[in-house]
């Protein structure tokens, strides 16, 4: 079955610490992206990669970083420098002509 | 930046009964897309319609498109219990080989039994 595997499901960290969200799919997808969802809210683009070692930012990527080593996995890092951490992180991925399939999201929150 | 605003942001109806829900949008766009997402899951694509497009159905859904009034909505018919969800409107400005999405803050759908 493909799809879009997203862990853990809820994160917890202290303040100051570094996390790492993790994403992987296999549904032969060039494209992947990270969403921020904070409650009663919809998503806004962290960063997205077209293609392997390549990637560009979205509307928030100031506190996150990205890599895209290999196709199948998209990690994201949430740094020490962003603000408020706190928040339901969504990865989707898509391939041309298709719509964006997500993941199940992680719940992150830092105390 | 946030695009799409959405109307009502929560809508209450009983089984069975025609649910709408409507997007707005600033900017010329390539296409709409809606989305569901089921509380603490994921988004499920639902449907999309092209900028050249004024109608589209679905099984259930209708989704139309007035790009003069840079508006959308969506109805879903003869509701059931599991529709119960949030709805988000997308809208994409620019097709790069990624799409940049822009969501709405979405609806709140309760489908009472």
């Known amino acids: 079955d493909g799809g879009i595997t997203q862990s853990p499901k809820y994160l917890f960290r202290k303040e100051g610490q570094n996390v790492t969200l993790s994403c992987e799919q296999n549904l032969n997808h060039d494209a992947m992206y990270w969403y921020r969802q904070d409650p009663g809210q919809g998503l806004r683009l962290i960063y997205y990669?077209?293609?392997?070692?390549?990637?560009q930012k979205g509307d928030i990527a100031e506190g996150y970083s990205v890599s895209r080593e290999k196709k199948e996995s998209f990690p994201l890092t949430v740094t020490s420098a962003q603000k408020n951490p706190t928040a339901f992180y969504l990865c989707a991925s898509s391939s041309t002509l298709s719509p964006l399939h997500f993941g199940n999201g992680t719940r992150l929150t830092v105390t | 930046s946030q695009q799409g605003e959405e109307d009502p942001q929560a809508l209450s109806i009983q089984e069975g009964e025609n649910a709408t829900m409507n997007c707005s949008y600033k900017?010329?766009?390539?296409?709409l897309q809606w989305y569901r997402q089921n509380s603490g899951r994921g988004l499920v694509h639902l449907i999309l319609i092209r900028s050249n497009e004024r109608e589209k159905h679905s099984g259930r859904l209708r989704v139309t498109l007035d790009t003069s009034k840079k508006s959308s909505s969506l109805l879903i018919t003869a509701s059931r219990a599991a529709d119960t969800a949030s709805y988000f409107c997308a809208t994409e400005e620019d097709w790069e080989g990624a799409q940049k999405l822009v969501f709405g803050q979405g609806t709140r759908l309760t489908i009472n039994p």
């Open positions: 900017t010329s766009i390539n296409n």
């Open positions: 990669s077209q293609i392997v070692n390549d990637f």
